[in-house]
């Protein structure tokens, strides 16, 4: 009579069992870490004065109100200031996309003499701090007449988002073969016309990836646009969300209910091209 056969577990498949649960706690902890102070700033926009300010913290609000969302939005420039950032965002987005998707194209298609130390030089560019850039920005937009003007901030954070711009769409650029160009041409397209229907379609998810990164950046700019915009009807909604800090205290209930609406349009903008955002970051990740 035989035996009947016994399954061998080697000691490999447990360490490798008790590895991947290891690594799915750790993963599991630091998104907790990081979701904390999102998750504390949407409960504190809906507490109530007495709740917020309790000695003991309350991580579920037991009286919710949206009288702190109501406060926020009918205080004095909130629109305005929403506008202006739209305005801001979107022009810095068009601006960065067109100029650098050119360059990046020139870069990664032509050979001509400097573009090693070009790239270098897009590299360093993203390596001067902020900080050293106010003071000059400051005096430069003031002798030009663009001081608390909306265009003068578009053109700064157009000066700030290009050098990633162009990096970020060179690898996009380079990862489609110039042979489907080439197969175009031979049948009759132009050089413009390849780049139409070749090049512009297949990039497209790059382009939506890189102009969120772009969006973002603008949308969130503090330091310059505090110190570029003084005229309350020009701020934009970082600058507004900085008046709950006032002489007399800060409004920490306004201040939490301001960012989430503040953060609400980029969360929703973020997710309607989450899966674009996916695919171009991938298709970047190709050749570069």
């Known amino acids: 009579m035989s035996q009947p056969a016994v399954a061998v577990r080697s000691p490999g498949a447990g360490r490798s069992r008790r590895g991947r649960i290891a690594a799915n706690l750790t993963g599991l902890a630091v998104f907790v870490v990081m979701a904390f102070p999102v998750y504390w700033m949407i409960i504190s926009s809906i507490k109530p004065g007495r709740e917020l300010f309790a000695r003991t913290p309350q991580f579920i609000p037991t009286s919710p109100t949206l009288d702190n969302f109501s406060r926020a939005m009918n205080r004095d420039y909130f629109w305005d200031s929403v506008l202006n950032s739209v305005i801001v965002g979107l022009g810095a987005v068009a601006a960065s996309m067109a100029i650098g998707f050119l360059a990046a194209l020139a870069i990664a298609r032509f050979r001509f003499y400097g573009r090693k130390a ?8 993203q390596m001067l701090p902020l900080n050293a850039l106010v003071i000059p920005l400051f005096l430069l ?9 909306l265009t003068g901030i578009i053109i700064t954070y157009l000066a700030l988002t290009l050098p990633l711009t162009i990096w970020l769409l060179r690898g996009f650029v380079a990862g489609i073969p110039a042979e489907l160009e080439e197969a175009a041409m031979v049948d009759g397209c132009t050089r413009v016309g ?7 379609p297949l990039v ?9 990164f772009t969006f973002i950046q603008a949308w969130n700019e503090f330091l310059l646009a505090n110190v570029l ?3 309350p009807g020009q701020r934009t909604v970082s ?8 002489n007399q205290g800060i409004d920490y209930a306004g201040l939490m209910a301001g960012s989430v609406l503040i953060a609400l349009p980029v969360v929703i903008f973020f997710l309607i091209l989450n899966r674009r955002i996916a695919s171009g970051l991938v298709s970047g990740a190709v050749k570069g």
């Open 141 to 149: 937009l003031s002798r030009a007449g663009l001081q608390n003007r």
């Open 239 to 246: 600058i507004w969300l900085y008046g709950f800090i006032t």
């Open 194 to 200: 390849a780049f139409f229907r070749i090049i512009l």
């Open 118 to 125: 070009f790239v270098v030089m897009i590299i360093a560019a």
């Open 204 to 212: 497209a998810p790059g382009l939506v990836a890189t102009s969120v």
């Open 229 to 231: 915009l003084t005229e």
